[in-house]
């Protein structure tokens, strides 16, 4: 069974950090690119950040740079994103999801594969 599944969410405070881990099955997550991508209550999609299958190239959505890191483990069939200095406006529902990634932007692929996602709540 094809399945991504994500897994760190949780409560944090403002300014705090949190690793999400996306954990890939049925299928060879190195073969593409993925993204992180986040979705709060009114809100639209947001392509967060994305990891490329060939050469690990990342790109990160303005408002996190410097904050967030992606990284891959191949091996493990798993994506990780590191969040530090989370902010209130960041709380939403995340999840991982096979992208098109690349300097234009981070765009979900609409036949592709995604989770559930995981919820990240930022509040004292």
């Known amino acids: 069974q094809v399945q991504l599944v994500e897994s760190g969410g949780g409560l944090v405070q403002p300014g705090g950090s949190l690793r999400l881990s996306c954990a890939a099955s049925?299928?060879?997550?190195?073969?593409?690119?993925i993204g992180w991508f986040r979705q709060a209550p009114g809100k639209e999609r947001e392509g967060v950040s994305c990891?490329?299958?060939?050469?690990?190239?990342?790109v990160y959505v303005d408002s996190v740079k410097g904050r967030f890191t992606i990284s891959r483990d191949n091996a493990k069939n798993m994506v990780y994103l590191q969040m530090n200095s989370l902010q209130p406006e960041e709380q939403a529902v995340y999840y991982c999801?096979?992208?098109?990634?690349?300097?234009?932007?981070?765009?979900?692929?609409?036949?592709?594969?995604w989770g559930q996602g995981t919820q990240v709540t930022v509040s004292s």
């Open positions: 990891i490329s299958s060939s050469d690990g190239r990342t």
């Open positions: 049925g299928f060879t997550l190195g073969y593409y690119a």
């Open positions: 999801a096979t992208a098109y990634c690349s300097a234009y932007g981070i765009r979900l692929i609409a036949t592709g594969y």
